[in-house]
Antibody
Framework: QVTLRESGPALVKPTQTLTLTCTFS??????????VSWIRQPPGKALEWLAR???????YYSTSLKTRLTISKDTSKNQVVLTMTNMDPVDTATYYC??????????????WGQGTLVTVSS | DIQMTQSPSSLSASVGDRVTITCQAS??????LNWYQHKPGKAPRLLIY???SLQSGVPSRFSNSGSGTDFTLTISSLQPEDFATYYC?????????FGQGTKVEIK
């Protein structure tokens, strides 16, 4: 059974760095073809893809946020970590992690975490 | 970046109605198109991947047509549990991008 769970602070101050952890089970990020992404949704707005990390440690980022994002993995702990620097109130959103299947052909998000709401406010 | 444009942004429909949502890519994405259903407070749910493959467990009333730049999600007979927001997403090239969403509301 595949599960993912996001964790991190519910409230951060402007200019601070946000660190979110995705802890998953039911699959391994050391398996060829396996990938995990982060996606966010500001209140009342659309889903926005943020970053992706692959089993071979390849990394991909949103064009508009790539200078602020870092994605990493700890295969032994079944975790993927996203850091976002210089947080701003516009970064207030629910942050999701999701597993990617089909990376060798037609990739898609098949399992998602429940999301964690991060509010940026002083 | 590839832009994904959905229409309409919202619609009102009744149970039993046939509903169509369109998604247009700013460039040819072949069949690298996925559809998700999202309800408030819940994780998004994969409906269709690779433009035409129905995810396991998803009712057959959901289908997609199109390839290249123009796609259409069809719900053949809207059910009460289908009231939600629907997103298309391209996985042709990173950065991956979502459409702005279509909210399906009860008429």
């Amino acid at each position: 059974q595949v599960t993912l769970r996001e964790s991190g602070p519910a409230l951060v101050k402007p200019t601070q760095t946000l660190t979110l952890t995705c802890t998953f089970s039911g699959f391994s990020l050391s398996t060829s073809g396996m990938c995990v992404s982060w996606i966010r949704q500001p209140p009342g707005k659309a889903l926005e893809w943020l970053a992706r990390i692959d089993w071979d440690d390849d990394k991909y980022y949103s064009t508009s946020l790539k200078t602020r994002l870092t994605i990493s993995k700890d295969t032994s702990k079944n975790q993927v970590v996203l850091t976002m620097t210089n947080m701003d109130p516009v970064d207030t959103a629910t942050y999701y992690c999701a597993r990617i299947l089909g990376s060798g052909s037609y990739p898609y998000f098949d399992y998602w975490g429940q999301g964690t709401l991060v509010t940026v406010s002083s | 970046d590839i832009q994904m444009t959905q229409s309409p942004s919202s619609l009102s429909a009744s149970v039993g109605d046939r509903v169509t949502i369109t998604c247009q890519a700013s460039q040819d994405i072949s069949n690298y198109l996925n559809w998700y259903q999202h309800k408030p407070g819940k994780a998004p749910r994969l409906l269709i991947y690779a433009a035409s493959s129905l995810q396991s467990g998803v009712p057959s009333r959901f289908s997609n047509s199109g390839s290249g730049t123009d796609f259409t999600l069809t719900i053949s007979s809207l059910q009460p549990e289908d009231f939600a927001t629907y997103y298309c997403q391209q996985s042709y090239s990173t950065p991956w991008t979502f459409g702005q969403g279509t909210k399906v509301e009860i008429k």
